[in-house]
């Protein structure tokens, strides 16, 4: 959520910065009814301290005998007036955050306008793969090899979902046990943290209202606390970690890391070529989290990209990393830089981390907060990156590592979990 005093204090500057992502931005509701707040909080205080200092005044006055009828009729009037004032305060405060939760956040000054064709390259690593053969796609490479079951993955649960099966289910938690072992070695706590959550959980990580149909929900009524729904990512729970806390700031910053499935109800386009693994509505992630100084945020970020390049690179992956345009953001992230693999098949790259700087935004949905040396409490910054997703890293390791007999050679440092070299 934004600052309305940013709002209130350059509204112009505000609006440009959100117009490189949106079309249309317009704070002259939104500022007439911070008036309105402001106006009525002034009148409320100054009748309820009138209200307070009568009452004070009426024993005194009943002990002098003086007749304080009229005085009581006065004041009931003024309990009444406050009354309609904390009805009309409710009433416009509601407006105002209603307002403020659909707004996306500020993109970080150094990220440019428009959409995905003004995602910018910053760098590419390692070599682009050859072959000397005609290359199979990732989905045959599993199905020869028997290591996703994709029809019968249909069967049990429908378009978009598949079954691991054999040496593809141990290279699948070889690549989780990687994962969760390099964060380990990095100082991350593990988490594994509910897969169901309350609305107030995706209100703070920023999807809900607007996204509210993009997710399954277990559950509905007819206020929005009523509703649950399967978390999409582990993100949506890790920002509600330490919701409604306020934190030390020499406990800051604070880095987790979880593991859990990851539930889409929207999975995409389907395009022929992003058939198998590439998009799906339920695949394994790895999650790294952190909670910062506004002091702290940017050193984080870098931290939060190296570690899921690394990742990649460990795994001896082709791949790049791309800075995100302002609309190829997701909203409530002010920042992103995406880690995207080469699959050899699509002549393209595809997605495997996205590393995303909220700064104060889902703070403020959340009210997490820290306390400095001068004991002022201020929101903290929050970040997240995919360290990683498997459901692309696999197909590009079917296919980056492919030989010419339809065999896979499994990256090294796979190779103690999966117990074997090559895949046959």
């Not at 709002?7 to 609006?15: C, L």
């Not at 959409?115 to 796609?137: A, C, D, H, Y």
């Amino acid at each position: 959520m934004l600052d309305i005093n940013r709002i209130r204090s350059n509204p112009e500057h505000v609006k440009e910065a959100l117009l490189k992502r949106m079309e249309h931005v317009d704070f002259t509701e939104l500022l007439q009814w911070d008036i309105e707040r402001r106006q009525l909080i002034q009148s409320t205080d100054e009748k309820k301290a009138k209200r307070n200092k009568v009452s004070g005044d009426i024993p005194r006055l009943k002990k002098e005998g003086i007749d304080i009828s009229d005085l009581l009729s006065e004041m009931k009037a003024l309990s009444d007036e406050i009354k309609e004032n904390d009805e009309a305060l409710r009433e416009v405060d509601a407006k105002i955050h209603q307002f403020l939760s659909s707004l996306p956040n500020i993109p970080a000054e150094d990220v440019v306008a428009g959409g995905k064709e003004n995602n910018q390259v910053l760098r590419t690593w390692g070599e682009k793969p050859s072959f000397g053969f005609s290359i199979k796609n990732h989905v045959d490479l599993a199905t020869d090899l028997k290591l996703v079951d994709y029809e019968r993955g249909a069967k049990i649960g429908g378009n978009g979902f598949w079954v691991y099966t054999g040496m593809g289910s141990i290279l699948e938690w070889a690549l989780l046990n990687y994962f969760v072992e390099q964060h380990l070695k990095d100082g991350y706590q593990f988490l594994l943290p509910p897969h169901i959550l309350t609305y107030q959980c995706g209100y703070t990580a920023g999807q809900f209202p607007k996204f509210t149909e993009d997710v399954y929900k277990v559950e509905t009524g007819e206020a929005n606390e009523n509703m649950q729904f399967i978390l999409p990512t582990a993100e949506t729970a890790l920002i509600n970690y330490h919701r409604n806390e306020i934190m030390k700031e020499e406990d800051l910053p604070k880095k987790y890391f979880a593991y859990t499935p990851c539930y889409r109800k929207e999975a995409g386009s389907y395009r022929s070529e992003e058939r198998g693994m590439i998009r799906g509505h339920q695949f394994n992630k790895v999650e790294m989290f952190h909670y910062t100084t506004p002091e702290q945020s940017e050193t984080a970020f870098e931290e939060l990209v190296v570690k899921a390049e690394k990742l990649v690179q460990g795994l001896g992956l082709y791949h790049r990393v791309s800075k995100l345009a302002a609309k190829d953001c997701s909203a409530s992230m002010g920042k992103t830089f995406d880690i995207e693999v080469w699959i050899p098949s699509m002549n393209d790259f595809k997605e495997v981390s996205s590393a995303s700087n909220a700064y104060d935004y889902q703070a403020r949905r959340g009210n997490i907060r820290f306390k400095g040396a001068n004991g002022k409490s201020k929101f903290v910054h929050t970040l997240n990156a995919s360290g990683l997703a498997t459901s692309r890293i696999m197909p590009a390791i079917l296919e980056q590592y492919q030989q010419a007999d339809g065999s896979v050679v499994v990256p090294e440092v796979l190779r103690k979990w999966v117990g074997k070299e090559i895949l046959r």
